[in-house]
């Protein structure tokens, strides 16, 4: 990935591939960078890495990830509505050389292909888990993860007063309320069940407060 990277690259890139998809779907995909830290996301993936992208939407990370990252071995992105694994299938379809793989899974029980990927990426995904669930959620995707593979959390941080913003984003887009949960309070967890934080950071775009960790499975 060149280090020049920007929001307006990723822009014209996803404008210019063809696809069809509802309205607000199309716009998520095109713009969310703008709200979203992907360029940094994308800067964490390494050369022959196998990519996993839990909750992945409409795929539209993962096709950033075959364009703008380092040569990446192969995609693989899971998530629990089938519109959306749809709408990640029809954005790739025009790039028949990448390796890349999407199904649908039921939102607990993880696919035995994480077991075999270098880096698994969890997008504004955790906020979205019943908080009740959180903690399983979490331990049951790193039990499945291999030893030395990757795992990125970035979520919205539930610690910083302007969570209010994404709790409407999520009331608006998605009818519900989200569970975010403090960056102390995430990292928590990832330490308790296994993993070593290897980088950490916070920052915000807009009016959202975003926390990223890069934990690994020693």
Same mark, same amino acid.
């Given at each position: ?33 703008? @709200?979203?830290?992907? *360029? =940094? %996301?994308? #800067? ?12 992945? /939407?409409s795929g ?24 959306? @694994?749809?709408?990640? *299938? =029809? %954005?790739? #379809? ?12 039921? /939102? ?32 049951? %995707? ?36 989200g569970n ?39």
């Amino acid at each position: 990935m060149t280090k020049q990277l920007q929001n307006s690259e990723i822009v014209d890139f996803l404008c210019n591939t063809e696809f069809k998809a509802g309205l607000f779907d199309t716009l998520k995909i095109r713009y969310r960078t703008y @709200i979203c830290p992907f *360029i =940094e %996301l994308i #800067s964490l993936v390494k050369p022959g890495d196998k990519v996993a992208d839990v909750g992945c /939407g409409s795929g539209q990370f993962l096709l950033l990830v075959s364009r703008f990252a380092d040569n990446p071995e192969s995609l693989y992105g899971i998530e629990i509505t089938q519109r959306l @694994i749809d709408n990640a *299938i =029809e %954005l790739f #379809s025009q790039y028949t050389s990448i390796n890349y793989h999407f199904e649908t899974f039921d /939102g607990s029980h993880f696919p035995e292909e994480l077991s075999k990927v270098d880096i698994i990426f969890l997008i504004d995904v955790l906020h979205h888990v019943p908080r009740k669930h959180q903690e399983s959620f979490l331990k049951n %995707l790193i039990n499945i993860m291999k030893p030395g593979a990757r795992l990125v959390l970035k979520d919205i941080n539930g610690g910083s007063p302007l969570v209010l913003f994404n709790k409407m984003h999520d009331m608006i887009f998605a009818g519900e309320i989200g569970n975010e949960l403090k960056m102390e309070k995430a990292k928590e967890l990832l330490i308790n069940n296994g993993l070593r934080i290897i980088e950490q950071k916070k920052r915000r775009m807009y009016v959202y407060p975003h926390y990223t960790f890069v934990a690994q499975k020693d």
